[in-house]
């Protein structure tokens, strides 16, 4: 049986996590979860999965769930640096890290360095620091598992192709809800017509970065470090049915595709039980159901934000990390309608533009470059509201 901590398991990707487990509580126990301040709700994941460890970020929160769960033989504990401490311990095997932006990328530091198996739903931690991360893990021998769906068929479909090299791979879109529209029409979009995606249940930051295709260009760069490719062979495809999760194209032209309905389940279950695959009862394919698949290319003038993560990606250095410091402000002001869909792209531009390059940043410069980007772009919307 395999101990997996749940770096925010209170989240989308952490409840289907939990979902996976209850499924099989013959492989997996959820030794640790943890949320930023969702306390209901980690009160009733405790009650029922009993881990070891329950952690919640938010520290005012800390008394309410030690006393509903004193009872049970849960350690309780509150805070940032908790998380960050007790991912190391001992009995640990896998840590899933499904924790929302740059908070995920510390604990995944130290658990790397204790040599535990990561099963990577935090895009960022790779987008923010992958060349440190992935450094780190064939130092510590320490596997580094996609979860994302799209990186997750990458992963698949290089399985037993060790030998072969990659000519390209292509990473698919759905085009999120304003595939097509034109930037007058994304002029007046609001939260509301951002956060109902056609294909994929997410949380709200996440689907805002896929109806910006944000989302895209931060796993654009991800896919750099995990396959330790060059930016000029990473491409975006548009495919609407999300259908084919990506693809990779070989040297001698094959090209292999991962299929398979949208359900995140399914990627998560592979990272927890690789190399093996374990039988579920997930709603299968049917290709009657889909007689045509639909391809092609992302609008980059429209959705700029992916035009911009190409950039930070062949900028190399700390650029990602402002690109995604810069869109985490953006997005939040955007949930808060304080600027527009539009003045996202505005918004982190101008801090490509503005915050300090650093060639090659140590942990420090990323820390350091991480806050610099939020106190710049925080006073930018403060001093000259943003338009759509």
Not at 275 to 300: C, G, H, I
Not at 360 to 373: C, F, G, M
Request: hydrophobic share 45%; net charge negative; glycine share 4%.
């Amino acid at each position: 049986m395999k101990n997996i901590a749940i770096l925010g398991s209170t989240g989308s990707i952490g409840t289907q996590t939990l979902d996976v487990i209850r499924d099989n509580k013959q492989l997996f126990r959820a030794f640790m979860i943890t949320a930023h301040s969702n306390a209901y709700l980690l009160i009733q994941q405790a009650l029922e999965f009993v881990p070891a460890y329950a952690i919640i970020c938010d520290e005012t929160k800390y008394s309410e769930i030690k006393e509903a769960l004193a009872h049970l033989p849960i350690t309780v504990l509150a805070g940032y640096e908790a998380i960050k401490e007790h991912v190391t311990h001992l009995d640990i095997d896998v840590v899933l890290t499904a924790m929302v932006g740059f908070a995920g990328l510390e604990p995944t530091i130290n658990a790397i360095k204790a040599g535990k198996d990561i099963a990577l739903a935090n895009k960022e931690t790779l987008v923010v620091a992958g060349d440190m991360v992935t450094a780190l893990a064939k130092e510590h021998n320490v596997k580094i598992l996609p979860v994302d769906s799209e990186h997750s068929a990458i992963f698949q479909c290089l399985a037993g192709e060790q030998d072969n090299a990659i000519e390209k791979i292509i990473l698919t879109a759905s085009g999120g809800p304003f595939r097509g529209k034109s930037v007058a029409f994304l002029a007046d979009v609001t939260r509301e017509h951002a956060l109902k995606h056609p294909n994929w249940v997410m949380g709200a930051k996440i689907t805002i970065d896929s109806a910006s295709l944000m989302n895209k260009g931060l796993e654009v760069i991800e896919a750099r470090w995990l396959f330790d490719l060059r930016p000029d062979q990473i491409e975006v495809v548009v495919h609407p049915q999300s259908i084919i999760h990506s693809l990779v194209q070989f040297e001698d032209g094959s090209i292999k595709a991962q299929m398979g309905l949208p359900d995140m389940k399914l990627p998560i279950q592979y990272a927890l039980t690789y190399p093996q695959r374990v039988k579920t009862n997930f709603k299968r394919f049917n290709f009657a159901d889909y007689r045509s698949l639909t391809f092609e290319q992302p609008d980059m003038d429209t959705f700029r934000n992916l035009k911009l993560a190409f950039e930070a990606m062949k900028k190399g250095g700390n650029m990602p990390c402002i690109i995604n410091a810069a869109n985490e402000v953006a997005v939040a002001a955007f949930l808060k309608n304080e600027i527009g869909f539009l003045a996202m792209s505005d918004l982190i531009e101008t801090c490509m533009q503005q915050i300090p390059f650093v060639k090659e940043p140590t942990l420090q410069d990323y820390l350091n470059t991480d806050k610099e980007t939020r106190i710049f772009a925080q006073n930018l919307i403060q001093r000259m509201p943003l338009k759509a």
